[in-house]
């Protein structure tokens, strides 16, 4: 996970509470992604980024937005947090071509009052 | 729809073999990952399978077949610290994301 961290590692939130998640990195990727994992579940895709300045929605983005003004910098911004929301989000790098190996920050550990 | 499918969870004796597959059916393909995932952690990377055949790394190899959508994760002389999720996930054509399976949790024992 060198090179990617995401902040908080943890945090506590009642319902209706905002909060940003942020996903930082220094490895020079194009493509970033938010990904929400829930016990059962595979890893399910929020949003996306190809670029900087450009986000995409995946296969659950209700409830978030996301942001990436800078390369380095991916947000995921939860704007009324719900019980649903519980879960470990990760962040993930990739670049261009037909490989597309992701590489993975440590996870921030979500839980909704 | 897009479908991954892996067992839930699998048990094995260290020093053992045991193989974990995977099948899918996906819109589109472009190549097949494995990520290793202990608890709490984050996945990393095992492997990558974008033709036919078996791909071997050191203890781990992966095998694909296309036609048949199918693919296997080999773990040969197993070590404790091989307990963890295993998972299994497609790159899908035109597009950039990768589609998941929830993941073979497997359990060494002594």
């Known amino acids: 996970n060198a090179g990617v961290t995401q902040t908080p590692k943890f945090r506590v939130l009642k319902t209706g509470q905002s909060m940003t998640l942020l996903c930082a990195q220094d490895m020079n990727h194009e493509y970033m992604y938010w990904y929400r994992q829930d016990p059962g579940m595979g890893l399910r895709l929020i949003h996306y980024?190809?670029?900087?300045?450009?986000?995409a929605k995946g296969e659950v983005p209700d409830g978030y937005n996301v942001s990436r003004l800078k390369k380095q910098n991916f947000l995921l911004g939860l704007e009324s947090a719900a019980p649903s929301q519980t879960s470990v989000y990760f962040c993930?790098?990739?670049?261009?071509?037909?490989?597309?190996?992701?590489?993975f920050g440590p996870g921030t550990r979500l839980t909704v009052l | 729809g897009q479908n991954i499918d892996q067992p839930t969870e699998m048990t094995a004796t260290e020093g053992a073999i045991v193989q974990i597959n995977c099948t899918y059916q996906?819109?589109?393909?472009?190549?097949l990952f494995w990520y290793q995932q202990h608890a709490g952690e984050a996945p990393t990377f095992l492997s990558y399978n974008v033709l036919d055949g078996l791909e071997e790394k050191g203890r781990f190899s992966s095998f694909l077949s296309r036609s048949k959508g199918y693919s296997y994760l080999l773990l040969k002389e197993l070590q404790m610290k091989d307990s963890a999720s295993y998972l299994c996930a497609v790159n899908m054509d035109s597009n950039y994301q990768l589609i998941w399976g929830a993941g073979t949790k497997l359990i060494i024992k002594p």
């Open positions: 980024s190809v670029g900087e300045g450009t986000t």
């Open positions: 993930a790098l990739g670049d261009r071509g037909l490989y597309n190996e992701q590489f």
């Open positions: 996906t819109s589109g393909f472009n190549g």
